[in-house]
């Protein structure tokens, strides 16, 4: 009987470098097409400014664009309690160390404020949650985090991290654990 010189752990290191080369090969070629659709003009993944196709923000309805209220009001920027409107809006994001004004801007409130300074509109609201969550952005730019329809090699349309979470109160609440389905039938019955 003839006896292979790649067993156990030597066809598993084998296997290991087969899967490295393998893949160093896939990031080299993803490398050099994103040069070339970067020298064609096109955008690429990692550019910072590419927008990504993503549905119309889910505003509350009546309530956009703000300037509607808002350019009939003194901007006040101050921290304070709301009491006389948005006072539905419970902050519970960061509420010792953040304030509207550090995501809205407090001149024009049809933007959102990035820490830069640059103005965005609220469709680039990922480019504003990204700042704080890099690691969710970056999964969720790949389509790990989140939620993402389209083609594998085409058209693709993100959700706005809005869409599944309150930015004013972003985790999702606990859900009580039902009990275990009920077995029918020979339940309770010892099997051998």
């Known amino acids: 009987m003839k006896t292979s010189c790649f067993s156990g752990p030597k066809l598993v290191l084998l296997a290991l ?74 902050l519970h994001h960061a509420e010792g160390q953040r304030w509207c004004t550090d995501c809205h801007d407090l001149q024009n409130r049809n933007k959102l404020r990035l820490v830069s300074g640059e103005l965005i509109d609220f469709g680039e609201s990922y480019r504003l949650c990204g700042q704080c969550h890099g690691d969710k952005f970056r999964d969720w730019k790949v389509g790990v985090h989140g939620k993402r329809t389209g083609y594998w090699n085409g058209e693709k349309q993100y959700m706005l991290c809005v869409q599944c979470h309150n930015p004013h109160d972003p985790m999702f609440k606990s859900l009580k654990p039902l009990p275990p389905p009920v077995q029918r039938g020979n339940a309770g019955k010892a099997h051998h």
């Not at 970067?38 to 664009?65: Q, T």
């Not at 808002?70 to 809006?89: C, D, F, I, W």
């Open 17 to 90: 470098v087969s899967v490295m080369c393998l893949s160093a090969g896939l990031v080299s070629a993803a490398t050099t097409k994103a040069k070339e659709a970067d020298a064609s003009g096109a955008s690429v993944i990692a550019d910072k400014s590419k927008n990504f196709p993503v549905p119309r923000p889910p505003f509350s309805e009546g309530i956009f664009p703000c300037s509607q209220c808002h350019s009939y009001m003194q901007p006040n920027g101050k921290r304070r309690a709301l009491t006389e409107y948005h006072t539905e809006v419970v």
